[in-house]
């Protein structure tokens, strides 16, 4: 019988390459490791990795056992969750990724409302911003991923439980004194001799095909993940940008003013779980949460 313990380390050694990192990584010792991987190969009938001096490679037996791994996993943290809550024995536990400004926006007034109303749910929160939020929710290691996509991205999260939260628009961000400062609107175009300072990889890459599609490729002198940064830098009168409204939010500008874009540029906010997780008790009641926050 294979043991999900056992299944945790070889995804372990899968991703770091070797007993010792992956002792590293799951906070045990090397020769334990090597024990369970023992183990394991034992319960399949099969070698499932392939020793190479220090490092380690999967045989094909093992690359599938991995690949079946995450949802297997996150399969049996679901049945631990849901049983527990029917039980009694506990209100559950939450992981909760989200990109920084759904973190400083959205979620607050939701977990502080879930505290509330199920003072026993524990909710743990990281950053990132997708995809790599959506990749830490396939792999097992969160529960729900707060995320954004701009347009429709055919299949990207077919597998997933999409909670649609709200459509957040992008609004320009220029320096005061600027020319357009006081403008009603603007249009993309009417920036396209300016510097820019461009935010997340993906935000960065809707910013290029926008202008593209306006006719001129955005010199992009300044890029960073860090909001603050931005609109620190656009207030110093470095360049301009375009940010989510969410970000402009949680972050009031100095020395910068904000300027509705046309055509509207939108980013989907959304809230994303699998289907297993969707059941249990404590990520449905932080679902609904995060929706009645967005609604506010």
């Known amino acids: 019988m294979i043991e999900a313990r056992h299944l945790r380390v070889l995804r372990a050694v899968s991703a770091t390459g070797s007993f010792s990192a992956a002792a590293r990584e799951l906070g045990c010792t090397q020769p334990a490791v090597s024990q369970q991987m023992k183990a394991l190969e034992s319960s399949a ?98 529960d729900i991923a707060l995320a954004f996509r701009y347009g429709t991205s055919g299949g990207e999260w077919d597998d997933l439980v999409v909670r649609p939260l709200l459509t957040d628009r992008l609004i320009g961000l220029v320096p005061d004194g600027h020319r357009l400062a006081d403008a009603s609107s603007v249009s993309v175009g ?55 409204e969410l970000a402009v939010e949680s972050v009031r500008p100095k020395g910068a003013r904000t300027v509705p874009v046309e055509p509207a540029i939108e980013r989907e906010i959304v809230a994303l779980t699998l289907p297993d997780l969707a059941r249990v008790p404590a990520v449905a009641a932080t679902l609904d949460q995060l929706s009645r926050a967005a609604a506010r």
């Open 45 to 142: 009938g099969t070698p499932l990795l392939i020793r190479t001096g220090r490092e380690m490679r999967l045989t094909q037996a093992g690359e599938a056992l991995v690949r079946h791994a995450s949802g297997i996993l996150a399969g049996l943290t679901a049945a631990e969750e849901e049983v527990a809550a029917i039980a009694g024995l506990r209100a559950g536990r939450v992981r909760l990724v989200s990109f920084p400004s759904g973190s400083s926006t959205l979620v607050p007034g939701a977990l502080a409302a879930l505290r509330a109303e199920h003072p026993g749910t524990r909710v743990s929160l990281v950053e990132a911003e997708p995809p790599r939020s959506v990749d830490l929710l396939r792999d097992g290691d969160c």
């Open 190 to 244: 009417e920036l396209a001799d300016e510097s820019w300072i461009a935010g997340c990889p993906r935000c960065r890459r809707q910013l290029v095909e926008v202008c593209e599609e306006s006719g001129f490729t955005p010199r992009i002198d300044f890029a960073t993940d860090d909001y603050p940064a931005v609109m620190g830098l656009v207030g110093a009168g470095l360049g301009v940008a375009v940010l989510p």
